[in-house]
C-alpha cells in the first residue's frame, strides 16, 4: 500500500527515497549526521558508565542547558520561525537560536523547511517523518540523514536571510563547543554537560515525530498525530508534546490548551510579550476543550 501510494505521487518520492536504503546509508548533504550520533551515543554510554551520579551541579547545569535549548526550539524555531505564530525580538530570537543549535535542534532554515514539508503532507508520501509511512525508526532518527533536504526556496523563502542562514556554518563550531564545552568543569561534566545532555534533547525532540504521530486505528494516509502526556517530563512541561492539539490548530502560539495540559513556552510567550520582547502573538481562544 505504501509502494502504492509512493508511486502516485512522484513529486514527493525524491524526499523519500532512503526509505529503502540500509540504515547506514546517508545522503550526500547529511553524512556527517549518523558518525556525529554514533559518536554521542557511545560517549554518552561510556559517560554513564564511569559517571552514573554527577554531582547536583553538574546535573543542574545540564538541565539548565537543555532547558533552554528546549524553549529555543518550540518558542523560537517551532512558534515564532516555522509557524509565524509570534514576532520574537531579534536578540531574543539570536539568543534562542544559539541554545538550540547548542542543544543539537539543527540550523533553523533547515528545521523550519522540514517541519513545513511535515505540516503541509502529515502522514502522506509527501511527510518527511511519517512513521505510518515508514515506520517508527525512520521517523524517529533515519530521516536524519537519509531524507532528502528540503527546498529552501519553496519552504521558507523567508529565512532566506543572512541571519538565519548564518547559523549553518556556525553549526560545527557550536556543536564542538557542546560535546567539548564540559571538559573545563571535569571529566563529569565533559560528558554530562556534552554526550548525555545532547541524546536526551535529540531523543527528547524525535519523540515528537514518532510517538507523537502514531495515534492507534488512523486510516493510512489521514494525520496521525497525539497528545502524549508522558513525553511533558522529557520536554520539561515546553508543551511540544501536546502534538493533536498543534496539527488542530498550527497557526496558535498555545500547544496546551487547558490547565491538564501545561504549557511553559505559552507561558513564556506571554511574559516576553508584557515584556516587550515578543509581538504579533497568535493567541488561542480561551477554552476548556481537549481534542
Ligand atoms: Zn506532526
Ligand atoms: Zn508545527
Redesign the pocket.
Known amino acids: 500500500m505504501i509502494n502504492a501510494a509512493l508511486e502516485q505521487s512522484p513529486e514527493h518520492e525524491p524526499a523519500q527515497r532512503g526509505w529503502e536504503w540500509p540504515w547506514w546509508r546517508t545522503t550526500r548533504h547529511d553524512f556527517i549526521i549518523l558518525p556525529w550520533f554514533i559518536l554521542i551515543h557511545v560517549t554518552a554510554l561510556i559517560g554513564l558508565i564511569l559517571f552514573p551520579l554527577p554531582g547536583w551541579r553538574i546535573l543542574v547545569g545540564a538541565i539548565a542547558l537543555a532547558w533552554i535549548g528546549g524553549l529555543g526550539t518550540t518558542v523560537c524555531y517551532?512558534r515564532a520561525l516555522?509557524?509565524r505564530s509570534l514576532k520574537l525580538h531579534p536578540a531574543l530570537s539570536a539568543a534562542l537560536t544559539f541554545f538550540a543549535v547548542f542543544n543539537g535542534s539543527g540550523s533553523p532554515v533547515t528545521w523550519t523547511a522540514s517541519?513545513r514539508v511535515?505540516?503541509a503532507s502529515a502522514d502522506t508520501p509527501g511527510d518527511v517523518s511519517s512513521p505510518a509511512l515508514y515506520g517508527f525508526w525512520w521517523a524517529h532518527l533515519r530521516w536524519l540523514w537519509q531524507a532528502e533536504a528540503p527546498s529552501i526556496e519553496r519552504y521558507c523563502p523567508d529565512l532566506n536571510r543572512l541571519q538565519y542562514r548564518i547559523w549553518k556554518p556556525l553549526q560545527p563550531a557550536i556543536l564542538t563547543l557542546a560535546y567539548f564545552g564540559g571538559l573545563y568543569f571535569g571529566p563529569a561534566a565533559f560528558f554530562w554537560l556534552g554526550s548525555i545532555r545532547l541524546v536526551f534533547a535529540l531523543h527528547a525532540q524525535c519523540f515528537v515525530n514518532s510517538v507523537c504521530h502514531m495515534e492507534p486505528n488512523t486510516p493510512f494516509g489521514q494525520d496521525s498525530s497525539r497528545n502524549v502526556g508522558w513525553l511533558a517530563l522529557m520536554h520539561f512541561f515546553q508543551g511540544e508534546n501536546w502534538h493533536r492539539n498543534?496539527?488542530a490548530r498550527?497557526s496558535l502560539a498555545r500547544l496546551g490548551w487547558n490547565w491538564r495540559q501545561p504549557d511553559i513556552g505559552y507561558a513564556l510567550i506571554c511574559l516576553f510579550e508584557k515584556l516587550g520582547l515578543a509581538s504579533n502573538v497568535r493567541h488561542a481562544p480561551a477554552t476548556n476543550a481537549a481534542p
Open positions: 517551532h516555522a509557524h517541519h511535515h505540516h498543534h496539527h498550527p
